[in-house]
């Protein structure tokens, strides 16, 4: 499956019952399906708190990406209660990731999946995004009439600062474009063959959305490696 995933949200004062819209679109072709989403609405209890993420195995790995998506919220959820009032959400997100990754170590050894996962919540008269990811499987935000942002970082060997972290660690070869040979992500959920060079700790970023931000756009890395951002946000 090569997906979509698209979440807009209406501004000014619209009724809590219709604040989100989301939608799901994928196609399907001759491999072997891989990829699941979440989507929970409510979030935490509130009903102007949403999550939704989108998983995508590789290696025949569609246990993982539907393990991950079963739990993966759950685990953020824990995290986050478990520290408020005043939660750190990166340090929320990261320890979920790492829970999430090392729930999976006796059966995603040689397989795994990438991950983008992103909560929108009210606090007060804000509407705030927050993202992690591992592995290139994109986030996009468009905002008014400006370029297209990216929110996520492409964990893979074209990223100069992974090449940089891989080539510190122990016993790695330099494979130009996959990590010892089998894998193009640097970064994923699962993998524990090669947990020495691939990590399970996202990236995170978090801003504020507003009336000029249309909609988020999370996809697959197979759509992104043949549409750049600002065609991909035309689908």
């Avoid at 893979?156 to 494979?175: D, V």
């Amino acid at each position: 499956f090569d997906m979509v995933f698209l979440f807009s949200h209406q501004t000014g004062p619209a009724p809590i019952k219709g604040f989100f819209k989301v939608g799901i679109a994928h196609s399907v072709n001759n491999s072997v399906p891989e990829n699941a989403y979440t989507l929970k609405r409510p979030f935490l209890d509130d009903a102007s708190t949403a999550f939704f993420a989108l998983f995508e195995g590789h290696r025949k790995a569609l246990d993982v990406s539907r393990t991950s998506a079963a739990y993966l919220h759950e685990l953020l959820r824990e995290n986050i209660l478990s520290s408020s009032p005043t939660p750190d959400l990166q340090q929320c997100f990261e320890n979920a990731f790492a829970r999430m990754d090392a729930h999976m170590k006796t059966f995603a050894v040689d397989r795994g999946t990438t991950a983008t996962a992103c909560m929108v919540r009210k606090c007060q008269n804000r509407l705030l995004l927050h993202v992690s990811n591992v592995g290139n499987t994109r986030a996009l935000l468009c905002r008014g009439e400006g370029p297209i942002l990216r929110l996520t970082e492409d964990h893979t060997l074209t990223s100069e600062a992974e090449k940089i972290r891989l080539a510190a660690s122990n016993s790695y070869t330099n494979s130009h474009e996959r990590v010892r040979e089998l894998l193009p992500c640097t970064r994923a959920l699962g993998d524990h063959l090669l947990k020495g060079w691939v990590i399970s700790k996202p990236h995170y970023f978090e801003c504020d959305l507003t009336p000029d931000d249309s909609f988020l756009l999370l996809l697959t890395s197979n759509i992104s490696a043949v549409l750049p951002d600002h065609e991909a946000v035309k689908l």
